[in-house]
């Protein structure tokens, strides 16, 4: 079930880009069938998830009451971006570069394809192409920001400001990653390296695997340099020198 789960999340972000581009948009070009063929399927695969998920549950009508946000998003498919950003959140984990890139590459292309669809016939817009939109969120993303395109509609520029943080978000979380990375061979190597030996008061080294009767010795030798007796050994087998 949890796979499943990913996989549709995965699918809301892929489609994301359809259910977010105004239905006026879609009825200039001749691409309204395209779209809502599209739209139909995505509600379906929805439908079928909720059916399955209830059937399976010991109470389906329970269930599908406890989960009200599943069964809106088979008709308001925009809903299902609720489940995506758990999948989104999951990417911040450490090792999960890769994912987040992937994520990140979806959400981009899904910001081209609305600022697209939202710009081409805007008065006075200068991204009239789907590749003239690539080419605007490329660079939007990487801060580079030539300033030659641009959004002019008050929708395009919020979906801008999304790819920017966007953008944002994708340099901190690799910067992060590659410095943990770092910090892990250091880590690795510092415990793979064998011990310095410890320098005596004389620069000598003094040989760090001393065993109990070394320090024992070590201990006499002191308290002989000292003037003091030595230690009375204990255990079982010490003399008792008190007759």
Sequence with gaps: MQRTQDGLDLFALLTLWIVLVPWAEFNRGGVSVAAMSARALISAVYGIDMVVRCSMAPKGLQYARQHPIGLLSVVMPPLRIVFSL????????????????????????????????????????????FGASVWWSIVTVTTVGYGDLYPVTTYGRTVATAVMVIGLLSLAVVTAQISSSFNDQARLRRLAAPPEPAQGPDGGHIAADLSVVDLRELRDRLNALLGEPSARPHGPGAEDDST
Excluded: K, W
Aim: glycine share 6%; charged share 15%.
């Design 86 to 129: 758990r999948l989104i959140q999951s990417l911040f984990r450490r090792g999960a570069l890769s994912r987040f890139l992937l994520a990140a590459c979806v959400l981009l292309m899904n910001g081209a394809l609305i600022v697209y669809y939202v710009e081409r016939d805007a008065p006075g817009a200068n991204i009239t192409s």
